[in-house]
């Protein structure tokens, strides 16, 4: 036990003047605490093994931007989870989702969210949609060792930015590259005939509803070839979670909205499965 905690004192790294950055002061106080900052004395050799997130799909409509995420995670040909929440809010205005290695990623998206608000604690205002992209990005290199291990983790990030007065999506590599996607993106397992779906269903001048049909539908796609998908499950009543942000902010569809528009997308789909 340090002599101020002893004495009931914080610790003087909690009262020195610091910069706006959470993640920097961690750094500096207890390196320890970081995503992958075990990396250094992990074993190396074989991948090591562990849950994965799959598909993520977003997309841009008139008045922002909607993402959904499919509840499935697997640890190699098993489910390991078939609840699993992959779509969160970063802050008020932006959304992020998860694909890759489900522990790592979870505790990288809950420090995200720490570092997002103790900027706005620190400098009084919000950070601007790219400075969080950007921050985002230097996240995900300080995760490289775990990468090159097989714990990668590959996040999106849409948002409403407030100066253009439009949504926007940036994705990224598992090296902290981060790059301004047009329109829709998708990443994970399944992204590939997400990304298909995408494409054809996908339009300018989307209004809310039709956004959030656009992505269940192209995750039903994903399910539908991919494996590590899980589609909506009807029975056990299990639905992907859609976030939608706008200049309002961010608003998760419920359940009971969700489960009204897969029954619908079922219902148009019904004798349209295509070849056995």
């Known amino acids: 036990m340090s002599r101020d905690a002893a004495q009931g004192r914080l610790p003087a790294a909690y009262l020195a003047a610091g910069g706006s950055s ?50 499935r995670a697997t640890l190699g040909s098993l489910i390991a989870n078939r609840d699993m929440r992959k779509v969160f809010a970063a802050d008020e205005r932006s959304l992020v989702g998860i694909a890759g290695a489900a522990g790592v990623a979870v505790e990288m998206v809950r420090l995200f969210q720490v570092e997002l608000e103790h900027y706005e604690k620190i400098e009084g205002v919000v950070m601007s949609l790219e400075g969080k992209a950007n921050r985002l990005a230097a996240m995900l290199r300080g995760n490289l060792g775990l990468a090159m291990q097989g714990l990668s983790v590959v996040p999106v990030l849409g948002g409403f930015d407030a100066e253009r007065r439009e949504g926007r999506i940036f994705s990224y590599d598992v090296t902290g590259g981060c790059y301004e996607e047009q329109e829709h993106h998708s990443v994970g397992s399944g992204s590939f005939f997400a990304r298909g779906a995408l494409k054809k269903l996908w339009r300018p001048g989307l209004d809310r509803a039709a956004a959030v049909r656009v ?24 639905w992907p979670v859609v976030g939608v942000v706008d200049a309002g902010g961010v608003d998760f569809v419920d359940e009971a909205e969700s489960e009204q528009v897969v029954e619908t997308i079922l219902a148009d789909r019904r004798g349209q499965a295509g070849p056995r």
Request: hydrophobic content about 40%; charged content about 20%; proline content about 8%.
């Open 215 to 238: 992505t269940l539908e192209a995750l039903y796609d994903a399910a539908d070839d991919d494996s590590a998908t899980g589609g909506p499950d009807v029975h056990r009543r299990i």
């Open 22 to 71: 959470f993640t920097d002061f961690v750094a500096r106080h207890d390196p320890r605490l970081l995503p992958g900052a075990g990396a250094a004395g992990a074993p190396t050799g074989q991948p090591l093994e562990a849950p994965h997130a799959t598909t993520i799909v977003t997309l841009a409509w008139q008045g922002g931007v909607v993402m959904a995420g499919d509840r």
